[in-house]
Nanobody, 125 residues
Framework: QVQLVESGGGLVQAGGSLRLSCAAS????????MGWFRQAPGKDREFVAA????????YYTDSAKGRFTISRDNAKNTMYLQMNSLKPEDTAVYYC??????????????????WGQGTQVTVSS
């Protein structure tokens, strides 16, 4: 069992930055592939980024490439999402998630076993 807790969300103006954190407890953090997802009102949960166990491999959705950076610190059992150049369309609840393997499709929410409660990100225009 893995417990995940997100933090760092908030209200920011377009063009601004936020850094989300996901603190993990329970089983060995570094044995899990970690991902970030987001869900806007009335929309499906969508993939944002994922990172491998050792942080050697990362994967982003097209809208996140060049603006967002996923990272992890296994010594601190924490994953991060640095979000720069934020846009109003980035407004959503952001969730972190964990899965045991890096097997396609990495973007599928159903492939993740554990989820946090989410943190709200609001980008004003």
């Amino acid at each position: 069992q893995v417990q995940l807790v997100e933090s760092g969300g908030g209200l920011v103006q377009a063009g601004g930055s936020l850094r989300l954190s996901c603190a993990a407890s329970g089983r060995t953090f570094n044995s899990y592939v970690m991902g970030w997802f987001r869900q806007a009102p009335g929309k499906d949960r969508e993939f944002v980024a994922a990172i491998s166990w050792s942080a050697g491999v990362t994967y982003y959705t097209d809208s996140a490439k060049g603006r967002f950076t996923i990272s992890r610190d296994n010594a601190k059992n924490t994953m991060y999402l640095q979000m720069n150049s934020l846009k109003p369309e980035d407004t959503a609840v952001y969730y972190c998630a964990a899965r045991p393997s890096w097997i396609a499709p990495i973007e599928a929410p159903y492939a993740y076993d554990y989820w946090g409660q989410g943190t709200q990100v609001t980008v004003s225009s």
